[in-house]
Each structure stands twice: as C-alpha cells, then as structure tokens.
C-alpha cells in the first residue's frame, strides 16, 4: 500500500467552479501536510501547508486536514484557467526527513 | 534573487553510461533534497543533505546512486551503470534550514533519458 493515495484524475472544470482536490494516507504519524502546483515541465511550488489538523484560507485556497480520517483536502473557489496545472499533496511525520507525495491530481479549468 | 538551478536540463545517455546531475541552491540554504519524479508519478525522495552531510540518504534506490555536497551549497547527484528505469526527472530542492513547515523551492529538474 502506498503511503499516499491522490487520484490522478484529469479533472476538467469550468472557470468560476469550486474545484476539491483530495488526498488520503495511511501513515497515522504525519503531522505536515502540503499542497504544491506544478506546471508543464516545471518544478512544484508550494501553495499551502498545515501543521496537525484543521482549516487554512489563503486566498481563493483553503486546505482541510482530518486526521481521524486520514483525508486531506484542498479547496480552489472561483477557479481561473491560470490553475490549471497538476497538484500534488505532500506529507511528513514529526521524525526523518522525508516528504512523500502523492501522484498529482491534473487539473484544466476551461474559459 | 535566483532560484534553484539545475543543470543539464535535459540529458540521454547510453545504458550502462555514468551521469552526474548539478543543483545549485538557493544561496544561504542549508537544506537541500534531491527527489526523482517518473512519468505520471509524484516526486520520490531520494537524499537529503544538511549542510555538506548527507542527514538522510535512505531513499537511494541502490548503491549505483550517491551524492554530494562538498562544500555545502552546489551537489552532485551521481548515477553509475545507468538503467533504462533511471530515466525520470530528477528534482533538486532547498530550503532555509531544513525545518519542516519551511517552503521547500524546487529546480525545474534534470530530465534524465537512458536508451
């Protein structure tokens, strides 16, 4: 079993959609939780981090952590054709140094 | 201020050949990882240095790949006997201090092809 599971999709959208975009692990250990964009041929960049569980906003993006669940979710109101790329959620427990990721989710939001 | 860089962008090399893979650093960052993306595939964790040591190298997937970082800012990720199931990008990031909710800033990868 992978760490880190994330549907690959693609997902396709209109602009202005809610877009979900969701991740779920099976390493009860992780506390950090990231969310990354990656464009085309690019490196990823990081979009939003979580510390544990709970809710973060920033912008049009909101990430949700539930560990009970193990589930992680991230949330792209009003979506723009800019968005449309491939994102990866990324995790880490409190010990060693490293981060799995998931595979990506792509994503094209259509004018 | 520059990014990451890594260099070549783009490299093929003959199965069996050996490659070396550049990443230079965001200057003054002490943490730097090196993962390895395949097609369709999240990045993988391969090594991470702190410093000029090795703090974690326990994502090699055998001992034909080893890494440096000599003076603690340009490493060199090393590939003996490449493989045809080498072929992957391989992505450099640092980060300030290696912390862990510390933004991580990725290369643009080294696009590595083994025919």
């Known amino acids: 079993q992978k760490e880190v599971e994330q549907d690959p999709g693609p997902l396709s959208v209109p602009e202005g959609a809610i877009v979900s975009l969701n991740c779920t692990y099976s390493?009860?250990?992780?506390?950090?939780f990231m969310w990354y964009r990656q464009y085309s041929r690019k490196g990823p960049e990081l979009l939003m981090y979580?510390?544990?569980?709970g809710n973060k906003e920033d912008g049009r993006f909101t990430a949700q952590v539930d560990k009970s669940s193990k589930y992680i979710s991230l949330f792209i109101r009003d979506s723009q054709p800019s968005d449309s790329a491939t994102y990866l959620c990324?995790?880490?427990?409190?010990?060693?140094?490293?981060?799995?990721f998931g595979t990506g989710t792509s994503l094209t939001v259509i004018p | 201020g520059a990014g990451v860089s890594q260099t070549p962008s783009n490299k093929v090399t003959e199965k069996g050949k050996y490659v070396e893979l550049r990443c230079d650093p965001i200057?003054?960052?002490?943490?730097l990882y090196w993962y390895r993306q395949s097609l369709g595939q999240g990045p993988e964790f391969l090594i991470y240095?702190?410093?000029?040591?090795?703090?974690?190298d326990s994502g090699l997937p055998n001992d034909r790949f080893f890494a440096v970082r000599p003076e603690g800012s340009v490493s060199t990720l090393k590939i003996q006997r490449t493989e045809r199931g080498d072929s992957a990008v391989y992505l450099c990031?640092?980060?300030?201090?290696?912390?862990?909710?510390?933004?991580?800033?990725f290369g643009p990868g080294t696009r590595l092809t083994v025919t």
């Open positions: 979580t510390y544990s569980s």
């Open positions: 240095f702190q410093g000029t040591g090795a703090a974690d």
């Open positions: 990031a640092s980060s300030l201090t290696g912390a862990k909710l510390e933004e991580q800033y």
């Open positions: 390493n009860s250990a992780f506390q950090y």
């Open positions: 990324a995790m880490s427990a409190p010990t060693g140094n490293q981060f799995y």
């Open positions: 200057s003054g960052h002490t943490a």
